[in-house]
């Protein structure tokens, strides 16, 4: 199926916002097995009778899909959710009473009413319940539950304005619903909730660490193993978005930055350097997707290059809430201007920085990922539980690269490397607060203030761009190799490294202090403390730092 020859051509009907008898009609289509373009609050979806076969066939059709990618099916209210799953797990339950309405799908097992077409063929079902008045009037008064993906031609940016869905389906399907702007940009987060903890299959506005909090108050313990969803050889992805590139326009995008909050005060010298860089090699115009701040200095150092530069300006430079609801549309805009490259900003992959992180990638060309980051390197320290060990060993660190540096670049001495250090826990509830004896060490022995900082899991998200992971213990470092095994050549033990490097007289393995009273937790830094000035030359070395 090409999406072509099998399409059918259309008047398509935009129903302006306000017209309650265009929606009445739009939503008879949807009953009487048609295709309809509908708001949500995520993205605008291309909707259908999810218990009609012939109607969901049609979606693939105007959307030129692979029909083996799973669709999401959409309700009006919680009482449709029961009839369309076999089982509502308790973690299915809190997720549904907590987030719904609202961006999240939550994937549960079928029941025979889902047809195998609207599931590519899995035992699983991804339910969502969206916020947005018209999406919901628009089911209801359809009276059936509605397939929906994206509303765009498969591969292309997400719609979030019905011009986008009337740029794309316009003669594919009869009526294309306006119903404003979506309120969140980037599409729901997929959760698989059929065991006994949430696994993250598509990051979204509501975060793994909301839906931990969420469970922890309803009184269901986090197991001890949460094994990450695998796809098995041949079988469909359970999520939409994790086999085909998705989100990107004709050009190439690239993104500048390392992401981290330190970074953003240079993210100015990046985007000046790529678009001189266009202009000498005629690559122009350029897209800039960029903050109101930098756009505006951008405006006046190349104030004659007018002519040659796109902007598209998301909201305040340092917000990634403006920068995810205005992504899809600024990837479209800036496309639709012809430009020969789109550049845009890392954010910090923490919270909804890890779903546009995983959007703009996903729309960044993979030779491109990050345009500048040569001087500078992530390191992560990892324990158990992050409020004890790591957190320490991540202000010890910080610290003492302060105090021995600045540190510069082999192969370019004018330039200061860097280092973006963190933490995380292989067992961490989330948004725990690091221990008061912790604290004190940081402050008063190594002048590092932690004092807001709050345990993080150890998720693949966290770690799949950090150079350097380092574990308290043997443990801990098997445990993570185990678990994420394409990581494995960048995760050491305190004591493996120290071994590889050839240092001696230096005991790498770190015991956990919490519990235990101030003198232990002072022992620990200072045990911290030796092994990081043991190490710290070697890595810089290996870095090509001095």
């Not at 799973?70 to 997720?95: G, S, Y």
């Not at 890890?354 to 001087?375: C, D, G, P």
């Not at 948004?431 to 060490?441: G, N, Q």
Request: glycine share 8%; with cysteine.
């Amino acid at each position: 199926m090409d999406g072509k020859s099998d399409t059918k051509r259309y008047d398509t009907v935009l129903v302006e916002q306000g017209d309650e008898e265009g929606i009445k009609k739009a939503a008879e289509a949807l009953k009487n097995g048609e295709v309809i373009g509908m708001p949500t609050e995520t993205v605008y979806g291309l909707g259908a009778d999810a218990k009609n076969p012939d109607a969901v066939k049609k979606i693939y059709v105007a959307k030129g899909r692979p029909s083996d990618n799973p669709l999401i099916v959409h309700v009006a209210n919680k009482d449709m959710i029961t009839p369309l799953v076999k089982e509502i797990t308790p973690v299915a339950k809190v997720l549904i009473d907590i987030f719904m309405p609202g961006p999240i799908t939550v994937i549960m097992k079928k029941s025979d009413e889902i047809p195998s077409i609207v599931s590519a063929g899995l035992d699983t079902v991804g339910i969502r319940f969206p916020i947005h008045p018209v999406a919901q009037k628009l089911i209801e008064t359809s009276g059936v539950p509605v397939a929906a993906p994206s509303a765009n031609l498969s591969g292309s940016p997400s719609p979030t304005k019905a011009s986008h869905v009337v740029k794309d389906m316009s003669g594919r399907v009869p009526y294309i619903v306006d119903g404003g702007e979506c309120q969140v940009g980037l599409e729901s987060t997929v959760v698989d909730a059929t065991g006994a903890w949430p696994q993250i299959l598509r990051p979204g506005k509501i975060t793994i660490d909301q839906m931990e909090e969420a469970l922890k108050n309803a009184g269901i313990e986090k197991p001890l193993v949460t094994p990450e969803y695998e796809a098995k050889p041949g079988e469909a992805p359970r999520s939409p978005g994790m086999k085909y590139r998705h989100y990107a326009p004709s050009c190439d995008v690239h993104i500048v930055g390392d992401g981290s909050k330190d970074d953003f005060e240079n993210y100015f010298k990046y985007y000046k350097q790529i678009i001189m860089q266009a202009i000498m090699d005629e690559k122009t115009p350029i897209g800039l997707y960029v903050g109101e701040e930098l756009a505006e200095r951008l405006k006046i150092l190349f104030a004659n290059k007018e002519e040659e530069i796109e902007y598209y300006i998301y909201g305040d430079t340092e917000n990634v809430e403006d920068a995810s609801h205005g992504l899809f549309d600024g990837l479209r805009t800036l496309d639709e201007k012809d430009v020969k490259l789109i550049v845009a900003p890392a954010f910090p992959e923490e919270g909804l920085g890890i779903a546009y992180m995983n959007r703009l990638k996903k729309a960044a060309s993979q030779a491109e990922e990050v345009t500048i980051r040569a001087n500078h390197r992530r390191l992560m320290f990892v324990c158990s539980g992050n409020t004890c060990r790591s957190p320490l060993a991540e202000a010890i660190f910080r610290s003492i690269f302060r105090s021995t540096g600045p540190h510069y670049l082999i192969d370019d001495p004018s330039t200061e490397g860097k280092v973006i250090v963190s933490s995380a826990g292989t067992f961490a509830k989330g948004d725990e607060p690091y221990t008061v004896y912790s604290v004190r060490a940081a402050k008063y022995e190594y002048d590092e203030d932690i004092s807001n900082g709050y345990s993080k899991l150890a998720i693949k998200e966290r770690l799949i761009n950090q150079d350097l992971i380092l574990t308290m213990t043997g443990d801990g470092s098997r445990y993570l190799r185990t678990r994420f095994p394409d990581l494995s050549d960048r995760i050491f033990s305190f004591q493996e490294i120290l071994d590889d490097l050839a240092i001696p007289n230096v005991d790498g393995e770190v015991r956990d202090p919490y519990g235990y009273d101030y003198l232990v937790y002072m022992e620990t830094a200072k045990q911290l403390d030796k092994i990081i000035r043991a190490l710290l030359p070697e890595i810089l070395k290996m870095w090509g730092m001095t």
